[in-house]
């Protein structure tokens, strides 16, 4: 059984910082892409990043500089590094993931984790 759990969030103030991660169980972790996705109260989820099963990174022009994922594939775990946090960063944030290929469509992602609040003060 597939299983990402997500961890690290939490209330920050504007310009602070934060670090999620996932840590994936019940997979072959280094062939799978994993992403970030995110849901702000009474929108839609919407793509953060992703970082492929090769390394290759790629990110939404909302977070671009500053944001960083990363991954370790010995011990089955995905990083979100986030810097200079505004407002509108506050969503629940997702990890996701998918075999090999990484993409930016939520409808391609296999499995999913349960989500961790991110909260930015302003």
């Known amino acids: 059984q597939v299983q990402l759990i997500e961890s690290g969030g939490g209330l920050v103030q504007a310009g602070g910082s934060l670090r999620l991660s996932c840590a994936a169980s019940g997979l072959t972790f280094s062939r799978h892409a994993m992403a970030w996705f995110r849901q702000a109260p009474g929108k839609e989820r919407e793509f953060v990043t992703t970082i492929t099963s090769y390394g290759a990174t790629y990110y939404s022009d909302s977070v671009k500089g500053r944001f960083t994922t990363s991954r370790d594939n010995a011990k089955n775990t995905a990083s979100l590094q986030m810097s200079s946090l505004q407002p509108e960063d506050t969503a629940i944030y997702y990890c996701?993931?998918?075999?090999?290929?990484?993409?930016?469509?939520?409808?391609?992602?296999?499995?999913w984790g349960q989500g961790t609040q991110v909260t930015v003060s302003s």
């Open positions: 996701a993931a998918r075999l090999v290929y990484y993409s930016t469509k939520e409808s391609e992602y296999d499995y």
